[in-house]
Structure formats: C-alpha cells, structure tokens
Nanobody, 119 residues
Framework: QVQLVESGGGLVQPGGSLRVSCVVS?????????MGWYRQAPGKQRELVAS????????YADDSVRGRFTISRDNAENTVYLQMNSLKLEDTAVYYC???????????WGQGTQVTVSS
C-alpha cells in the first residue's frame, strides 16, 4: 500500500521561507507518479499549489505562488519537496502531498502538514 508522509511544516514570519517534504513508501514506481502539493485553508476548498511529472521535466505552479514556490523531486529518495519563499499570511494552510498515476485510476494522499505564516 502506497503511503505518503509529509514533514517540515511550522510557524514562519511573513517574508520567510520553509521547505516541506513528502516521502512515498510502499511502491517501486515513484518515478512514474505525477506528484502534487495541495493546500487547504480554514473554510476554503483544497486547491492545487504545484505539481511535477515523474521525470521532473514538466511542472505547474498556481498563479498565487508562481515565482515564490518551487516543487522538486528526488526519485532516488522517493521524495518530493516544496520550497516556499517570500511567504505571505494567505499561504497559511494545511499542505497535502498527492500522488497520481498509481494505476487503475488510483491516487493517494498524505495526512497533511500545517504551515502557519504569522508575525
């Protein structure tokens, strides 16, 4: 069973930086999964922040984070990262890791990690 475990969340001041990580276990096929980071703020729907293809040659970032957040992956370590710079108050949310392309239409989610931007 594929499992995703996020880490690296925390409290940071506006303008600061944080990197969250997601380790995927239970699969030999991490390198073919499209990985994504989503976030959900209180009272709002979960939204896609950034995604990256299996080889890392194509990635996507939402307009709200483009130029500030960078998604990357290390296929040797089954890990995907989200580097967040110039953080804003509105980036406060629970950040979730997502894996797509597990076969038979399946996908998988992590449990989430809290990122709080506050002065």
């Amino acid at each position: 069973q594929v499992q995703l475990v996020e880490s690296g969340g925390g409290l940071v001041q506006p303008g600061g930086s944080l990197r969250v990580s997601c380790v995927v276990s239970g699969s030999l096929f991490f390198r073919i999964y499209t990985m994504g980071w989503y976030r959900q703020a209180p009272g709002k729907q979960r939204e896609l922040v950034a995604s990256i293809t299996g080889s890392g040659d194509r990635n996507y970032a939402d307009d709200s984070v483009r130029g500030r957040f960078t998604i990357s992956r290390d296929n040797a370590e089954n890990t995907v990262y989200l580097q967040m710079n110039s953080l804003k108050l509105e980036d406060t949310a629970v950040y979730y890791c997502h894996a797509a392309g597990l076969g038979l239409g399946r996908d998988a989610w992590g449990q989430g990690t809290q990122v709080t931007v506050s002065s």
